[in-house]
């Protein structure tokens, strides 16, 4: 599958932003999507993670209560909710998926196979 994340832009931090990922070329039903994000200079983290029944998801610890992920699998999208945002959230987030990614893996962005070009964050003080 193809992905396309977007949703992103310029906010104050404390504000709110709802990110988007598109999959095209196949089912997503199936897929383990993961949210990372790269901050300029640094290398990328994960940020999210969703099982495809929408039952399990994870977090990193910077962003746990202040994220949310979750998916739509009839219309092939993936979503991060991301509410009261901090400078340090700033970064090009990426949404990427697997079906073969096993849990240990979740937060390891070597694990996923299919990547979006990414969209960026910028959230000012």
């Known amino acids: 599958v193809q992905l396309q994340a977007s949703g992103g832009g310029l906010v104050e931090a404390g504000t709110s932003l709802r990110l988007s990922c598109a999959a095209s070329?196949?089912?997503?039903?199936?897929?383990?999507v993961g949210w990372f994000r790269q901050a300029p200079g640094k290398g990328r983290e994960f940020v999210a993670a969703?099982?495809?029944?929408?039952?399990?998801?994870y977090y990193a610890d910077s962003v746990k209560g202040r994220f949310t992920t979750a998916r739509d699998n009839a219309e092939n999208s993936v979503y991060l909710q991301m509410n009261s945002l901090k400078p340090e959230d700033t970064g090009v987030y990426y949404c990427?998926?697997?079906?073969?990614?096993?849990?240990?893996?979740?937060?390891?962005?070597?694990?996923?196979?299919?990547w979006g070009q990414g969209t960026l964050v910028t959230v000012s003080s």
């Open positions: 990427a998926a697997s079906r073969t990614i096993i849990v240990s893996s979740y937060t390891n962005e070597y694990g996923y196979d299919n």
């Open positions: 070329g196949g089912t997503f039903r199936n897929y383990v």
């Open positions: 969703i099982r495809w029944n929408s039952r399990h998801t």
